[in-house]
Each structure stands twice: as C-alpha cells, then as structure tokens.
C-alpha cells in the first residue's frame, strides 16, 4: 500500500508518518533502526544536523537499496560555524547521508539564528540550487515567522513543532497563522499525552474513543493510534520513532484505521486544552 500523503504549498506530497533519528537515536548510530524501519515500510525519515548522526542514517539508506524517489529524507539546519555557509553545511550533511537532494530541509531553531530574513534567503538558495526540494521552519512562533517573512520569496511549507492535545492551547495562534499561507504542521513528542504525561485529563476520551475505533476496525486499536489519527484528521504529519519492529508497524497501521468523527478530534482537542505540558525546547514556553 502506498503510504497515506499531506499535500504542502509547492505541491510536493509529504509521507504522513515519518520516522525520526532524534530523542531516542541523538547522538547514536542509527544505522540498524533506520535500516529496520525502512524494511517494515517506512519510507520518510527525519534527521538532523544536531542530532549528529546523519552519517549512520545515510549509511541505512544506502543500504536499504531503495530508490532515491521512493524515499523521503529530511534534515535540519543547526547553528552555522563561524565562516560557514547555511549551504555549506547542507553540502556536508549531503555527503553524509549520501544524497544528491534533501526532500526537505528545515531552520531547526529560530534561537539559533541572530538573522533569520538572512538565513532564510540562504534556505530558498538551497533550493533554488536543487539541494533541497522543499524548504521549511522547526519550532517557529508567529513572532519568528515575523522576522523573515515579510522578505521571503518561497513561502515555508513545514513547521515542525511539539504537537499533541498538551501542546494544542499554546499552538492554535501558530496553526491559524500558518492557514493564510497553507504551512503544514508536523508534529514530533506527538506520543507525550501516553509516553511522558499519562493520567492527563484526556485519558478517558481517548479511551472511548479507541474502543470505537477498535469496534469499527475489527482489530486491536492502542491509544497511541488514536493520537496518530488525530493527527491525521488534522493534516498534521507524525514524526515518530520506536526502538521496536512492532511498534513501528503499529504506527504504520494506523493509516489503515477508520478516521475520527470531527466530534471526536474536537473533544480530545477540548480536553487537551485544559492543560500545558511539554517534553522539548522548553524555552518555547519563556
Ligand atoms: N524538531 C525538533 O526540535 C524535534 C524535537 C524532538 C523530536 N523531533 C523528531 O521527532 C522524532 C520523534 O520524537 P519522539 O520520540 O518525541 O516521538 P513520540 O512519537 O512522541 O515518541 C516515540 C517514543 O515513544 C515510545 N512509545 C511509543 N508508544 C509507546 C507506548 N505505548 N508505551 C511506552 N512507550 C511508547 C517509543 O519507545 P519504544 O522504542 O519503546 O517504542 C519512542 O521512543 C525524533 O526522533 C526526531 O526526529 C524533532
């Protein structure tokens, strides 16, 4: 099955569900776990230049054997050396993963920028360039965007953000800024309300919910599925990751599963609300 698509702004189809080499996989060899989640049916990874180990993703990737087209790789932007180029670097992260073209690279972090209009030029010239076919922001704000976008040429198509019913109170002026310009939100931590803050408000409706959604499919359905459809219901893309073959194919599925009623996103979207909680970049809250 052909894996379910977000379409962005310039058109391109971004795979829903991305595998991530972060969190779990920062600073380690990710080699076998992108290797095995490729071999499961993932085919959009997530990498970045912080995470210091773009070396072992493209190392997996080459091994895989598939196509380049039939993957969708990802990289971030870090802080940019002293005497570097924003393309320089993305030059070297290319010969890490052993790519002609990124399909996606974001600005990691607003807070690492002095110059953000300046920075994003040099992103679109990436572009322009063919390094990267699409381009886009990580843990931007609307008063980030405000720094850059009243100079930009190519709108950004992706804002990769902490994104779960926790997060939805302090994202929602985000989410409805990035609506004028059809910017699409990917979400990462997206498994926090079950992983990180279980016992939260939303836990009995999630709960409902799972067993109605189980009822309709016919088969087992976890809570965590029902996050990644209410992602889904939302046009959000789940960037995930597991250290686990089953778990990976369980994230997999949920593309398969019945989507939720609009009744059912807004009552976890309600109760979600009720509080504030996140697991990354907690300067976002300051
Ligand atoms: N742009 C940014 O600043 C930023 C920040 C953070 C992350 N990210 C990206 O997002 C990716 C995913 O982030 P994430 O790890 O926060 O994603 P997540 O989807 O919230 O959590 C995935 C983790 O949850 C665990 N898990 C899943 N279901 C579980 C369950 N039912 N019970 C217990 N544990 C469960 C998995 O562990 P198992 O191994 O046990 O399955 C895995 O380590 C990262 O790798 C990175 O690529 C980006």
């Known amino acids: 099955m052909s894996p379910h698509t977000i379409t962005l702004n310039d058109g391109r189809k971004?795979?829903?569900?991305?595998?991530?080499?972060?969190t779990a996989l920062y600073g380690r060899d990710a080699e076998a776990s992108v290797q095995r989640a490729i071999e499961v049916g993932v085919v959009h990874l997530d990498?970045?230049?912080l995470y210091g180990n773009e070396d072992s993703l493209g190392a997996a990737i080459a091994a895989s054997g598939r196509p380049r087209d039939a993957l969708w790789v990802t990289t971030k932007l870090g802080k940019?050396?002293?005497?570097?180029?924003?393309?320089?670097?993305l030059v070297a992260s290319l010969k890490k993963l052993r790519l002609e073209y990124v399909d996606l690279f974001l600005i990691h972090m607003p807070i690492h920028h002095a110059d953000l209009a300046a920075v994003w030029r040099a992103m679109e010239e990436c572009k322009d360039a063919g390094l990267a076919r699409t381009i886009g922001v990580s843990n931007f704000r609307v008063q980030d965007y405000e720094k850059f976008m009243p100079t930009a040429r190519i709108v950004p198509a992706v804002n990769q953000i902490e994104y779960h019913p926790y997060t939805a109170a302090w994202a929602a002026p985000i989410i409805e800024y990035q609506k004028q310009f059809n910017i699409v939100t990917a979400s990462y931590g997206g498994l926090t309300p079950i992983v990180r803050k279980p016992g939260g408000p939303i836990d009995?409706?999630?709960?409902?919910?799972?067993?109605?959604?189980?009822?309709?499919?016919?088969?087992?359905v976890s809570a965590g599925q029902i996050l990644g459809l209410w992602l889904k219901a939302q046009n959000v893309v789940e960037i995930t990751t597991s250290s686990k073959v089953e778990r990976i194919k369980e994230y997999l599925a949920t593309e398969t599963l019945p989507d939720l009623t609009s009744e059912e996103v807004a009552e976890i979207m309600e109760k979600g609300k009720t509080i504030h909680f996140r697991q990354f970049c907690k300067w976002l809250d300051e």
């Open 204 to 220: 009995p409706v999630l709960e409902t919910v799972r067993q109605r959604v189980e009822r309709d499919a016919g088969k087992p």
């Open 80 to 89: 940019v050396p002293e005497g570097t180029t924003v393309r320089e670097t």
């Open 47 to 49: 990498g970045a230049q």
């Open 14 to 22: 971004i795979p829903f569900i991305g595998f991530g080499t972060g």
